[in-house]
């Protein structure tokens, strides 16, 4: 009786873990971000992210893991333009997860909103509920001709199509990195130790991932600063990715 | 020798009338068979119980049982975190457990529904094309030829336009 | 009691469901290979190209990911609302018009469901592993995530399928067993088989009518929870548009109106075509008329309700889709819904149209479409315009969907077809039922004693 009381209490805890085993978060800062796309290209590079074409951009099928928004105010020659690096923001209560019939999306312990695909069936649920629309589909089967196959990451699987992806924080990475900690003598991942591919590139080190469980590392100090917001909080998404609010000069 | 005694009749007072008078004559629970149902046959033949709502209300509550235990059950057996929700959520299993409890009902239904009409028939019973036209059928066993008799009379004065006799398996 | 009934008698009702069943013109041939065709090149065919090459044969881009093929599924969905739900109310409230068109109602009700699945395996990206999300224990100890609005739509609409195919199977077992008596062949054995040894007895009869009024009791609440269900596929996300709670009511009340708009065109063609002008009469139409024209009502309610709220929020995102809807890209298609789902109708108040056939007819195609462009619509326009403008775009349909569209509808027919063909598509022992039964005179016997 008392086993099932403690059953019950654990399953009807909302989110089911009473701590992420590492919170990886990551924090942009747009102050420093200057819009280059380093990391959009570096993550294609390392996630075999297909190129769909010029006819599959015209059509809207473009795949970027992570995009750059552009918004542009005003006309030429006052015109404005405003970018955010927008990527899959890894939301604790995230309502891609709850909708998926064959469960091909959930939350790891490790805080990751984490895709499935081979478990995927293509209902693309997920990316109409996602309010960022950080999902994509792939549409049909896409090709590497040779050689570019050779460029091709052997960590990550390429994708057929009907199934559904999104950034993953590297999460191949992330399992090498604990792997090492682990063939180490079973210590934890260093702040600093792995970074997912768009962080490593990005050339102004506007990007910053870590683990938030850990107070002193670089990402918790980031959330710390009187700029941080997230994206959409009104939706109570609680996302981990942390934006710092670019600070303007011309405006009021 | 055992067999029925059957009669035609062209409108359901009549046969009603016949059935009634039959039953009062002492003969076993007359079968009135017709096109389409007859009202007043419970008052004449007397009341039938119906079974079939035990079975509806049992399927309704072991669907909504199973309903609730099919969806924890499976959501506890392989553990998938989703959306900062619980593992047991109670809303959306609710929902699982109604349409179970439906589900489970009709089914239960239709089980009810076999069993007491004694559905399918496997052996020839009686039968009177006539009756899925417009002719209403009476009929009663008879265990001798002197009751047939009787019977036979029974129903003609009731009004049978025509009395049959049938063997004890059908025509 | 319409005057044309006083001369029908029972016989003629028998006659008249034997011939629709056993007699086949060559126009019925013709019809029947035009639809299975049309089925062929225009579903099949497509849907494997879309099979072969994926889901970029549709329309569907990042971010309109739902296209037409999930509007579709909505829209047979809800005509399949219809007939069940609808005879099930009126079985309860012992309505005398239901008894007449109820069967075909049913029959629509069960092809619609069928066609909704159809849709959905050509909706999904990889169909072949779509049993996936059904429950059954697999050698992965996977299960299906029953926190998903989709499965519960994957148990409700099971659910409703199995209930009405069991509803229209036990309304028809007296009907299998007098046309059994009929009928010869392969015809006469699978009646045998039907009809289950159905003679008509009074227990029979007793059993068979307090099962069929559990099972209407039953259905009604789960007619209801099914649509209900499926508007929440939608409502439970959070984005724009999509997230509001009148989604549930609104889709019922669509649902019942788009099916009713059904059963007009399907009794339309039956009457026209099967030879049942004595029992499908204006009385049917008159009825199904006012029922239009308060379902029709209700759903303008609802849609001004929506527009209130968006305005009334001010400057949210709700207020941006309401703004885009009226008058953006898709302005004309939603123009368009609301004169043929609210303007169009309030014709129906004159009783004079309310009993012409051929107006009738035009009316209930005229709110078909508005509801599919309604489905459409909510489909489209919700997800095009949501919270970031950087993922601002449009969504036109592909040429394969608008054939697969084509087709479904095709499939449709030819099912509704074979079944004319095969189940009494008008109930004979109801339509009895509503005529005179014939009246006690004397037999010969008594007459001569």
């Not at chain 1, 809207?60 to 105010?73: L, P, S």
Request: charged share 20%; with cysteine; hydrophobic share 45%.
């Amino acid at each position: 009786m008392a086993r099932f009381a403690a059953g019950w209490r654990k399953y009807r805890k909302p989110g089911y873990y009473d701590e992420f085993d590492y919170a990886w978060t990551m924090s942009i800062d747009l102050d420093r971000c200057t819009g280059c796309g380093a990391c959009v290209t570096a993550c294609q590079a390392e996630n075999n992210i297909p190129i769909v074409g010029e006819k599959g951009i015209r059509n809207g099928r473009e795949m970027q893991w992570m995009r750059v928004e552009r918004y542009w105010e005003g006309e030429y020659p006052n015109a404005k333009l405003s970018f955010i690096p927008m990527l899959c923001q890894h939301c604790d209560t995230a309502p891609c997860e709850t909708v998926c019939p064959v469960s091909a999306t959930y939350h790891n312990q490790d805080g990751l909103n984490v895709q499935v695909y081979n478990r995927c069936i293509g209902t693309r649920s997920c990316a109409v509920y996602c309010p960022y629309e950080v999902r994509y589909f792939n549409y049909n089967d896409h090709h590497w001709p040779k050689p570019l196959d050779q460029q091709l990451n052997p960590d990550v699987s390429v994708r057929e199509k009907g199934v559904m992806e999104k950034c993953t924080f590297c999460v191949q990475r992330i399992r090498q990195a604990k792997d090492h900690a682990k063939d180490d003598g079973r210590r934890r991942v260093v702040d600093g130790e792995m970074q997912p591919a768009c962080v490593q590139t990005c050339p102004a080190e506007a990007l910053v991932f870590g683990d938030r469980n850990d107070a002193n590392s670089k990402v918790s100090r980031s959330m710390n600063d009187p700029r941080a917001y997230h994206v959409l909080e009104e939706l109570n998404t609680s996302p981990s990715v942390v934006y710092l609010k670019k600070v303007d000069a011309d405006a009021g | 020798m055992a067999s029925n005694a059957l009669g035609l009749f062209h409108d359901p007072e009549s046969a009603l009338d016949a059935a009634g008078r039959l039953k009062d004559a002492g003969f076993a629970r007359p079968e009135i068979m017709s096109p389409i149902p007859i009202h007043g046959v419970e008052d004449v033949l007397g009341p039938k119980k119906s079974v079939i709502k035990r079975f509806t209300l049992f399927g309704g509550i072991f669907g909504g049982l199973a309903g609730f235990t099919l969806a924890a059950g499976t959501a506890v057996l392989y553990l998938h975190p989703t959306g900062g929700r619980p593992i047991i959520a109670i809303p959306p299993f609710l929902i699982i457990s109604y349409e179970m409890t439906i589900l489970c009902g009709i089914l239960a239904t239709v089980l009810g529904f076999l069993i007491s009409a004694r559905f399918p028939a496997i052996r020839e019973r009686i039968y009177v094309p006539a009756t899925a036209i417009d002719k209403f059928a009476v009929t009663v066993p008879c265990d001798s030829g002197e009751s047939y008799g009787r019977a036979e009379t029974i129903l003609r004065t009731a009004g049978a336009e025509e009395v049959q006799r049938i063997g004890e398996d059908g025509p | 009691m319409p005057a044309d009934e006083q001369s029908l008698q029972f016989s003629d009702v028998n006659d008249d469901v034997v011939r629709s069943l056993v007699e086949t013109g060559r126009n019925y041939y013709i019809a029947l290979g035009v639809a299975i065709f049309v089925t062929l090149a225009c579903f099949f065919f497509p849907w494997f190209y879309q099979l072969r090459y994926g889901i970029a044969a549709a329309g569907n881009n990042h971010p309109a990911v739902w296209g037409t093929y999930l509007a579709s599924f909505i829209f047979w969905i809800g005509l399949s609302h219809s007939g069940t739900l609808l005879s099930c109310v009126l079985h309860i409230t012992n309505s005398e018009w239901r008894k007449a068109m109820y069967r075909s109602a049913e029959a629509m009700t069960l092809f619609s469901l069928l066609v909704a699945a159809t849709m959905v395996m050509v909706h999904v990206g990889r169909p072949w592993f779509i049993h996936w999300a059904a429950p059954y224990p697999n050698q992965m100890e996977l299960w299906p995530n029953f926190r998903s609005p989709l499965l519960f739509d994957v148990m409700a609409i099971t659910t409703y399928l199995t209930g009405s195919l069991i509803f229209i199977y036990m309304g028809s077992i007296p009907d299998f067993a007098a046309v059994r008596d009929r009928t010869t062949g392969w015809r006469h054995h699978m009646y045998v088989l039907l009809s289950l040894g159905w003679r008509g007895t009074d227990t029979e009869w007793h059993r068979l009518g307090w099962a069929y009024t559990f099972l209407a009791v039953l259905i009604i609440p789960l007619a209801v929870s099914v649509h209900s269900i499926v508007s929440w596929d939608f409502a439970m996300s959070i984005v724009p548009g999509l997230h509001q709670t009148i989604f549930a009511p609104y889709f019922v009340v669509g649902a019942i109106y788009s099916g009713t708009a059904g059963i007009v065109t399907v009794m339309f063609v039956l009457r026209k075509y099967m030879g049942f002008e004595h029992y499908i009469t204006k009385l049917h139409f008159d009825n199904l008329g006012k029922l239009l024209i308060v379902l029709s009502l209700i759903w303008t309610y609802i849609n001004v309700l929506e527009l209130f709220t968006g305005w009334y929020s001010g400057t949210s995102t709700e207020y941006e889709q309401l703004k885009y809807k009226l008058f953006g890209f898709y302005a004309p298609l939603y123009w368009e819904m609301i004169l043929f789902c609210s303007a169009v109708p309030l014709l129906m108040l004159s009783r004079r149209i309310r009993t012409s056939f051929f107006p009738m007819l035009l009316i209930s195609i005229a709110v078909n479409i508005g509801m599919y462009t309604e489905r459409f619509l909510i489909v489209a326009t919700t997800q095009v315009r949501q919270y970031l403008p950087d993922r601002w775009g449009t969504y036109v349909p592909s040429l394969v969907e608008i054939s697969i569209i084509v087709g479904s509808l095709a499939m449709f027919t030819t099912l509704f077809l074979l079944f004319v063909k095969i189940f009494p598509s008008v109930s004979i022992y109801e339509i009895k039922e509503t005529m005179d039964a014939p009246k006690k005179g004397k037999s010969e016997w008594q007459a001569t004693h």
